[in-house]
């Protein structure tokens, strides 16, 4: 494989997950080096460009170099470079280019390709709305949610002071961090679901989202098992929701005014396989007062049993607490 592309320093080991985080960060390595001359001993630094280990590594499977050889990796990038390195690396028969060469519009174009190659409808991906980046304000709307996507999937993370910069011109080693978390994501995400553990159990998952005056929990009971499971069900009930208050007082209930069939019911779930719940709860409290700011608690449980579950591993996998605030 290719590896030309090393400047000034060999890198020993592999990227770990510490290095991949700082996706567009700024900042340069410096070694240490001693003269041969024993007798004076002058020290001198090589500085080496904080985007080189991503640049290596994409270096080493794929043929990039070509494109890289002699840039600054702190000029600003050229249409038909970036989309050259996309057919080099992670789409070959890419034809698109990004509306712009800012970092919004090229995170942007960075996130639709992965959802492309992954397969998942970009807009119908569900994020929790957060400010993600102190700047998070100055991003054009129309790419706010797949800035968002991105960040979810570690492909950009923001500069090393926090900030996402998002009308900065896009340069080459940002380029090169950015195709490197790229085929990462996809890489992960295009993975068949294999059990992670020797030992098999469920997990509970949440996520929320404000929306029109409405809290919207997404949830899902997932199987790590590598055998299909029976679930039971004592009820016609799936699920519970209680929402508490910053005092601990309970302003919501899912069950409540609700009547469920009494009966007995199984379900069998795949290995790898997700059960998916979804609740909405109109922000109005058990008083008929309707809540627009304040700090909640959402208790989820799946109301199920297995017989390769005990008591106390029920308890843990087959629920979930979502901590959340109304302004």
Request: charge should be negative.
């Amino acid at each position: 494989m290719k590896n030309i592309l090393l400047r000034k320093i060999i890198l020993t080991g592999t990227l770990c997950t510490a290095i991949i985080i700082p996706t567009i960060a700024q900042g340069a390595n410096a070694q240490s080096i001693l003269s041969k001359d024993l007798e004076v001993s002058p020290i001198y630094y090589k500085v080496n460009h904080w985007s080189d280990n991503f640049l290596n590594e994409l270096s080493q499977k794929y043929e990039v170099e070509a494109v890289f050889k002699d840039k600054d990796l702190n000029a600003t990038i050229t249409m038909e470079d970036f989309q050259q390195l996309i057919k080099l690396t992670l789409d070959t028969e890419y034809s698109n280019k990004p509306d712009a060469l800012t970092r919004e519009a090229i995170v942007h174009e960075m996130t639709k390709i992965w959802a492309l190659k992954t397969e998942n409808n970009l807009d119908e991906i569900m994020t929790i709305k957060m400010i993600i980046y102190p700047d998070t304000g100055e991003i054009d709307s129309n790419y706010s949610h797949s800035i968002t996507v991105a960040y979810m999937k570690k492909i950009a993370m923001g500069k090393g002071t926090g900030l996402f910069d998002p009308k900065a011109e896009t340069t080459y080693g940002e380029l090169a961090t950015l195709i490197y978390n790229t085929d990462i994501a996809i890489e992960q995400d295009s993975q068949p679901i294999i059990n992670p553990i020797v030992r098999g159990k469920f997990e509970t998952r949440a996520t929320y989202e404000v929306k029109e005056d409405k809290v919207i929990f997404d949830f899902e009971l997932m199987s790590h098992y590598t055998k299909p499971v029976t679930l039971t069900f004592g009820s016609g009930q799936s699920f519970e929701l209680v929402i508490t208050d910053a005092l601990g007082k309970e302003v919501y209930r899912f069950a409540d005014g609700k009547a469920f069939i009494q009966m007995i019911r199984e379900q069998i779930i795949n290995p790898g396989e997700e059960l998916k719940f979804q609740d909405v709860w109109d922000m109005t409290n058990k008083e008929g007062v309707k809540l627009t700011s304040g700090k909640f608690k959402a208790q989820i449980k799946i109301l199920a049993m297995s017989e390769e579950t005990d008591e106390k591993d029920i308890q843990n996998e087959f629920s979930k607490v979502i901590e959340f605030s109304l302004d």
